[in-house]
């Protein structure tokens, strides 16, 4: 038996939609006087996401163009350049190791301030034994100085000077005190003193000092050798013993390479001898081969 649909019944199967629809409105209807809470949930879901706050990177300003960052690189190298040149003062927080080595004072555990840095553990120990006993026997006290390089003064005895005023203020502590400067990029140094130090010293080893050891051996780098040789020539002048005397110099003078005018004259006239001849000999031979060759016939 065959069935006959109506289209009427068909018309679930083939809309969906619209029978889901009827059927929620129905119970919808059904269900209208309760309060739906997820209904408020949504909305104010809904309204938190709508105004979120800003992040901080976006709030702050950008540059807008290329200007901005030209003038923030300029200003940096500005303030590089004012940090870099800008003049040391000496007075207050001066960085330069010169001026660190007068407002420290005197060494009070040694006799050295070797603030170039040149000197070895041995060389000071044995600085130290030497001006010790001295000063334990003579009441003579002699300190050593190593700097790189003076900013502040001249030369190395005005920087002395200058140390001993500042370590020694009055004439009664600075009497029987010495300074003994090594400066080691300008290869000199100096020596100052006291009244009592230089009449013990005398004048003549101060400057034999000054100008054979300090700066002969300093030009050979051997600053350890050229500070302690120095001390004990001191004291041994302090002693009233002879003079060691100073370190031997080395003759680096070089030959020249250039001619004396008596070799260039006698070179030349040799000279003149052998291209004298040559000419001699290329003009006759020809000439006595034409006049042999001539005979002949």
């Known amino acids: 038996m ?5 289209p009427r019944s068909l018309s679930p199967l083939f809309n969906p939609k619209s029978s889901c629809s009827k059927t929620l409105s129905s119970s919808s209807s059904s269900i209208q006087p309760r309060s739906n809470p997820l209904f ?26 290329w200007l901005s960052h030209a003038q923030q690189g300029l200003a940096a190298l500005a303030i590089t350049l004012a940090l870099n040149f800008s003049p040391l003062l000496p007075g207050g927080n001066a960085s330069a190791s010169e001026f660190d080595v007068i407002n420290e004072g005197p060494p009070k555990e040694s006799y050295v301030v070797d603030d170039a840095g040149v000197l070895s553990r041995l060389t000071k120990s044995d600085l130290k034994r030497l001006l010790t006993d001295l000063e334990s026997r003579k009441n003579i006290r002699i300190n050593f100085i190593t700097v790189r390089k003076l900013t502040s003064k001249a030369d190395a005895f005005e920087y002395a000077d200058q140390v001993l005023e500042r370590w020694y203020p ?3 502590e600075g009497n029987n005190k010495g300074i003994v400067v090594l400066v080691t990029s300008q290869k000199e140094g100096a020596i100052t003193g006291g009244p009592a130090f230089v009449q013990a010293v005398g004048e003549t080893i101060l400057d034999a000092t000054v ?25 041994a002048a302090i002693d009233g013993l002879p003079d060691t005397g100073g370190p031997l110099t080395k003759d680096n003078k070089r030959e020249s390479n250039f001619k004396t005018r008596e070799e260039t004259d006698e070179k030349r006239g040799q000279f003149s001898l052998v291209v004298g001849g040559l000419l001699v000999i290329a003009f006759v031979v020809p000439m006595a081969q034409y006049y042999a060759y001539v005979s002949r016939k």
């Open 170 to 172: 009055s004439v009664e």
């Open 40 to 65: 408020l949930t949504k909305t104010i879901n809904c309204t938190l996401k709508k105004y979120q706050p800003q992040s901080l990177t976006s709030s702050l300003p950008k540059p807008t163009s």
């Open 211 to 235: 100008a054979e050891n300090l700066p002969v051996l300093a030009t050979e780098e051997k600053y350890n050798e050229a500070v302690y040789s120095s001390a004990k020539r001191l004291v």
């Open 2 to 6: 065959e069935t006959i649909l109506s």
